[in-house]
T-cell receptor
Framework: AQSVAQPEDQVNVAEGNPLTVKCTYS??????LFWYVQYPNRGLQFLLK??????LVKGSYGFEAEFNKSQTSFHLKKPSALVSDSALYFC?????????????FGAGTRLFVKA | NAGVTQTPKFQVLKTGQSMTLQCAQD?????MYWYRQDPGMGLRLIYY???????DKGEVPNGYNVSRLNKREFSLRLESAAPSQTSVYFC???????????FGSGTRLTVV
């Protein structure tokens, strides 16, 4: 069965420092991987995705993520955090076999960026 | 603005009442989804519609029904609401298996 783990409920970072939000997954084959961000009282917004190709993918707002197949990880990164990055971040995985219509979301990691 | 529109934004129901959550997208996406979000549990898929005319169960379908009215609209119905259905409900759409989802702003439902 597919599963996604975000091992940290919360990540605290000082503004200007690099940030990492961790994600590991358990899906057989070659999954599609996604990151979403949710600001208070809003729906989720798509940040970036990995489908195939280069293991480092770049997305919105300066975020990037590194796909590591051997470690089954897809960690979200940003070189320099902003206070406005404070939000709830979700990792998601989709098995493309059978049409790929069921996306599994992690429980979310709350990011606090302190000024 | 283009995107996914959900109505209502807030709703309070009494146990046993019924209601329908509405969702419409204007991006010409083929696939639409209903998720519920509960604290500490992420998002769980209730039902999805791969394309117009088809619907399938997700992870937590019990107590819900859906209708894909046309390509734009995908509604979620609670026939007899229960307190366990208190949650925030999100509708989403996508264009194919490799596409990211576009989410609506959510419906906060409380069942008392």
């Amino acid at each position: 069965a597919q599963s996604v783990a975000q091992p940290e409920d919360q990540v605290n970072v000082a503004e200007g420092n690099p940030l990492t939000v961790k994600c590991t997954y358990s899906v057989s084959g070659n999954p599609y991987l996604f990151w979403y961000v949710q600001y208070p009282n809003r729906g989720l917004q798509f940040l970036l995705k990995y489908i195939t190709g280069d293991n480092l993918v770049k997305g919105s707002y300066g975020f990037e993520a590194e796909f590591n197949k051997s470690q089954t990880s897809f960690h979200l990164k940003k070189p320099s955090a902003l206070v406005s990055d404070s939000a709830l971040y979700f990792c998601a995985v989709r098995d493309p076999r059978g049409g790929g219509f069921k996306t599994i979301f992690g429980a979310g990691t709350r990011l606090f960026v302190k000024a | 603005n283009a995107g996914v529109t959900q109505t209502p934004k807030f709703q309070v129901l009494k146990t046993g009442q019924s209601m329908t959550l509405q969702c419409a997208q204007d991006m010409n996406h083929n696939s639409m989804y209903w998720y519920r979000q509960d604290p500490g549990m992420g998002l769980r898929l209730i039902y999805y519609s791969a394309s117009e005319g088809t619907t399938d169960k997700g992870e937590v379908p019990n107590g819900y029904n859906v209708s894909r009215l046309n390509k734009r609209e995908f509604s979620l119905r609670l026939e007899s609401a229960a307190p366990s259905q208190t949650s925030v409900y999100f509708c989403a759409s996508s264009d194919g298996a490799s596409g990211g989802y576009t989410f609506g702003s959510g419906t906060r439902l409380t069942v008392v």
